[in-house]
C-alpha cells in the first residue's frame, strides 16, 4: 500500500487493522492474544459476547480522526453512536494509550493485551457497550437515538471543539435520531464549536436491512442537503480506495467548518452554511469472515454480533476465526513484546489530543462552577396569607434570568425548552437573552436571534440530548417543560442517571 | 367569488367560512350564537380556552376533503396532528351533521349552535382538544408526534381506506414525527389503503417560529422527497388563490394514489412511487385579527390560543371580535333557523361518506374478532423438574405463527417490532410470512418482501404509533420490544390507555 504513504495512509490503516484485530480478539481471546501458537479451544472464551458488525467502521473513523488531529491540531471528542461497538472503542483507546493510562495493569504488551480482550463484558471488566468505563467517551448508546443530540450539547459554548459523531444506519431509524438533524440550526458558528456527522451504513441492523441502507445516493443526497447538510458519500469495500476518499471527505469536513466559523457574518443562514455531513459506506463486519456454512456472514446482518458462535465446539470455525484473525499480521503490527509498531503507531495524536483522553468526554475542560443568586431576592412576601396574587413560576423566571447575568463572563449556562419558555411564565429571561436561532428572522418574530441561550424546539428528545451532552463537558442547563409532557423523554433520563452513576465508579 | 363555481370550490369556500366561524365561536360565544344582536360582553364566556391558530387549517383541509369525497366518493378518515384544534374538527362534523348525530341536544339550528359553543371545553362537554368524545376521531393530538404513525396503521389492510392526515409544523419538530415518513416503505400498495400527509405550515408554534417555517421551498421539497415523497407546495393568504391551488393538489393526490395502487407491480419500489404530500403554508390564525394594540396577530405566534385574550373586560377587543366573528356574515353561511344554507351545505359529502361519521374512527368498518389457537398446544412437559432446556419466546413464537395462520382469511393481524422479532426468538413467525419491505431487497437479506406481515423497523415510537393506529380501525397486532427498551414509549402508552378509559364513555 505503498501509493497511501503521501497522505500518511499506510499509517491510517495500518492503526485500522490494528484496531480491528484487537476488536476480534477482545470478542473471543482469553488467552494466546498475539497468536503465538496455533489457535485451540481453549484459547477461545467460554461465553462469547461482544458486537463485531459495527466495530471496523468505528475503527475506521476513529483512525482518521488520529490522522485530522495530527494534521491540524484540532481537538476531537468521539461519540460512538454505535456503543454497542465498545469493542472498537476499547481498541483505539488501548492502541493510542489512554487506556492504560486510566487502567495501569493493561500494560501495552502481550499480557496487557491479553488483559484487554480477558476483561472485556467479563464481570468487573468492561462492559459490552460504551459507559463511563471507556476512555473518552460520554455517550452510551445502548437506548439508541440521543447520539446527534449528545453531539451538539457537547459542543454548544466550546467554540475550538468538533465532535465526531458516528450514527448508525440503525440508529438513524429512531425518531430521537431523524429529530436531531436540525440541531444544526441552533449551532452558532462562532460561539459554539462544530459537529462532523458521519452515518455510517453498514446495511443491516441486527436481523433485517436498514431503510436507508435501501435508498439510492441520490435519495440519501437530497434528504440531508433538503436538512442543510454538505454531504459527502465514501463508499467502497476495497481498503485502499475507502481509505483515499475518507481522507479527502475528513480534510474536506475539516476545511468547511473552518471555513463557515471563519466567514459567517451577520447574515449568516444554517441551512446554506454547508456544515459537513459524511455518509460512509461500508461492509458491516468489514475484514471478517466473509461466509459460514455457504451463508454470506461479512456485508450481511449475520456479522452483527458475534460471527463465528460455535468457534469454541466446532473446528470449522476454529480455522476460520485463526484465519480471520491472522489475516491481519499481528506479528506485524505489535512488536515481540506485543508494543504498538510502526506505521499504526505513527498515527497516534500527541498526548494532549488523543481521543482516549479528551477532558471533554471527563467534566470537561476547565469547567466553571454555577453562580446562583440568593434565592431569598425572589421571595414573595405572603403576609397576610391571602391577600396576594403571585406565580412561583413568574419568579423562577427572575431567578433564571439572574442566573443567566451572574454566569456571562463564562458562557456556561442555557435553557432548554419545547416552546414553552413563555408560557410557563418564564419570560422574565427574555429582558437579559432570547431564543435562539441561526434560521432567517421574521418580522413578527420576538426575542429570537443567533446570540440567544434559550433553545426552544418542540422535541423534548432534543432538549434533553443537547442538555445530557451539554452537562457531561462540564456547563449548566435547564430543561424545563411541562408536567404531562415529562415522561416523554424519562428513559433518557434512566440511561442518563445510570452513566452519571457510573462516572462516580471511574478512576 | 364567482369564479371558483366550476370547481364547487364557492361551496367548499362557504363551508371553510362557516367553520371558521363555529370555531371563534366555540372559543368565545356562550350566547347571542348567530350574532343577531350587537355583541356584548355577557355574551362572552367567562374563561376562554381553545387554540385558534391551527383552526383555519385544519377547517381548509376538511373543507377540501369534503370536495374530494363528493367528487370520488373515496372513503377517508380525517386525523388532526394539530389535536389542540379540537373546535375546528368539531366545527367541521358539526356542519356535516354527524355532531348531532352523536349529540342529538345539540341540533342543527340556533340553540343548538348555542349549546356548541357553550359546551366547549366546559366541563361535561367537549375537550379543548380531539378526544374519543370528537366525532370522526381517532387520534389525540395532546402529546405531539404520532399522528403520522397513527394514519399509517389505520390505512394498514384496509385497501379502500385513505387517512388524511394534518401534520402541524411544530408537532414535525418532535423525533417521534421525523421519524414516521418513512412509513412509506412500509405501506403495500394493494393490501393497504393510502395516507395523504398534509403537512400544514402556518410557521409559529406558541411563542417561536417552527423551524420548517424558515426553510425555504426548494429545500423543503429537497428534504421529503428525498424521503420519497412527490412534494406539492400551496401556499397563499388570498383565500381565492389557496382554494384553486388547494383543489388541485387534492386532485393531483388522489390521482397519484389511485394510479400508483393500480399500476404497482412486481417491481414496485416505494421510493420511486411518488406518494403524495402536500405541504400546506397560510398564516397562522388566517382570517382572524390581523392586529392588537399595534401588534401582528394573524400570521404570528400570537394567534395561537385565544388571540383576544381580554375581550370580556375591553371594549376594543370585544369590537374587534364582533368585527372578526361578522367577517364571515354568519347571517348568510346560515338560515333564519340557524341551520347551513347553500352554497356550504352542498360541501357536504354522502351521509355514508361524511368524515365526521366514520366507522373507522369508531373501531373499524365490520371489524372481525381475532382467532388465537388452544395455548395448550404450545405447552411443554416439564417432568421430571429440570431436565429439558426450552424457551418460553420460541413457543411464543409458534403460537404467534400460528396466530398469522388463522387469520389469514381477514388479514388483520400483524407483528411490529423494533428488529427484534429474531433475537427475541420469535422466529417461527417467518415459517409463515416475512419482513414487511417495499424497498429493494438484497442478496443477503432474509424473511423480507413486500408480503410480509411482521414489521421491523428500529423505532420504538413507530412501533407503537402504528400499532395503535392499526387496533384504533379494528384489526389486531402486537409490540414485542426488549424489556429494557419498552420504557421508551410509555408516554405513548399512557395516551392511548387514556384514549381508550374515554372511549368506553362515548356515546
Not at 466550546?158 to 429512531?174: F, N, R
Not at 506505521?343 to 471533554?360: K, T
Not at 418574530?445 to 451532552?469: A, K, M, N, T, Y
Request: with cysteine.
Amino acid at each position: 500500500m505503498k501509493d497511501m504513504n503521501p497522505n500518511g495512509l499506510e499509517a491510517v490503516h495500518a492503526y485500522w487493522q490494528a484496531a480491528n484485530y484487537l476488536s476480534a480478539g477482545q470478542i473471543f481471546l482469553k488467552a494466546n492474544p498475539l497468536l503465538r501458537e496455533p489457535l485451540q479451544a481453549e484459547h477461545i472464551k467460554p461465553r462469547l459476547m461482544g458486537h463485531w458488525g459495527t466495530c471496523p467502521g468505528l475503527n475506521l473513523v476513529w483512525a482518521h480522526c488520529n490522522r485530522l488531529i495530527r494534521n491540524t491540531g484540532m481537538r476531537l471528542v468521539f461519540i460512538a453512536g454505535p456503543g454497542h461497538g465498545a469493542p472498537a472503542v476499547l481498541s483505539c483507546a488501548y492502541l493510542d494509550g489512554s487506556f492504560t493510562e486510566h487502567y495501569p495493569a493493561v500494560t501495552e504488551d502481550a499480557e496487557g493485551m491479553r488483559l484487554l480482550f480477558r476483561q472485556f463484558s467479563s464481570p468487573g471488566g468492561m462492559p459490552s457497550h460504551v459507559s463511563p468505563l471507556t476512555p473518552g467517551s460520554l455517550h452510551e448508546g445502548g437506548e439508541l437515538g440521543y447520539c446527534l443530540s449528545h453531539a451538539f450539547g457537547a459542543v454548544f459554548d466550546d467554540p475550538g471543539l468538533v465532535a465526531v459523531c458516528v450514527i448508525g444506519d440503525g440508529e438513524a431509524e429512531t425518531g430521537p435520531l431523524e429529530g436531531s438533524w436540525k440541531s444544526i440550526h441552533f449551532l452558532h458558528p462562532q460561539r459554539d464549536g462544530a459537529v462532523l456527522p458521519i452515518l455510517h451504513m453498514n446495511g443491516y441492523k441486527i436481523a433485517s436491512p436498514t431503510i436507508l441502507g435501501r435508498y439510492s445516493n441520490d435519495e440519501l443526497i437530497k434528504k440531508f442537503s433538503g436538512e442543510g447538510y454538505a454531504v459527502r458519500i465514501v463508499e467502497g469495500s476495497d481498503p485502499e480506495d475507502v481509505h483515499g476518499h475518507m481522507a479527502a471527505a475528513m480534510d474536506e469536513a475539516y476545511d468547511r467548518i473552518i471555513s463557515i466559523k471563519r466567514s459567517a457574518g451577520k447574515e449568516f443562514n444554517s441551512h446554506e452554511a454547508g456544515w459537513p455531513l459524511i455518509i460512509l459506506k461500508t461492509p458491516k463486519g468489514w475484514t471478517g469472515p466473509e461466509t459460514l456454512s455457504g451463508k454470506q456472514v461479512e456485508g450481511s446482518f449475520r456479522s452483527h454480533q458475534v460471527p463465528l458462535e460455535e468457534v469454541k465446539h466446532d473446528d470449522i470455525e476454529l480455522a476460520a476465526l485463526e484465519k480471520w484473525l491472522r489475516s491481519y499480521e499481528p506479528e506485524k503490527l505489535f512488536d515481540p513484546a506485543g508494543k504498538l509498531t510502526a506505521p499504526a503507531a505513527s498515527n497516534i495524536p500527541p498526548a494532549a489530543l488523543r481521543m482516549g483522553n479528551s477532558p471533554y468526554a471527563n467534566g470537561g475542560n476547565n469547567p466553571q462552577p454555577l453562580r446562583l443568586p440568593e434565592t431569598n431576592r425572589y421571595r414573595i412576601n405572603a403576609h397576610p396569607p391571602g391577600t396576594r396574587k403571585a406565580s412561583a413560576t413568574k419568579e423562577v423566571g427572575k431567578f433564571l434570568r439572574d442566573v443567566f447575568v451572574e454566569n456571562r463572563e463564562h458562557n456556561n449556562f442555557r435553557l432548554f425548552c419545547p416552546d414553552e419558555a413563555s408560557s410557563n411564565k418564564l419570560d422574565a429571561v427574555f429582558e437579559v437573552t432570547s431564543r435562539c436561532s441561526m434560521l432567517p428572522v421574521h418580522g413578527p418574530d420576538e426575542h429570537i436571534g443567533p446570540e440567544g441561550r434559550v433553545f426552544e424546539v418542540l422535541s423534548e428528545h432534543l432538549c434533553q440530548g443537547w442538555l445530557e451532552g451539554y452537562l457531561l463537558t462540564g456547563k449548566h442547563g435547564l430543561f424545563a417543560t411541562y408536567e404531562a409532557f415529562a415522561p416523554i423523554t424519562d428513559s433518557m433520563l434512566t440511561q442518563f442517571a445510570k452513566w452519571l452513576k457510573g462516572c462516580r465508579d471511574t478512576p
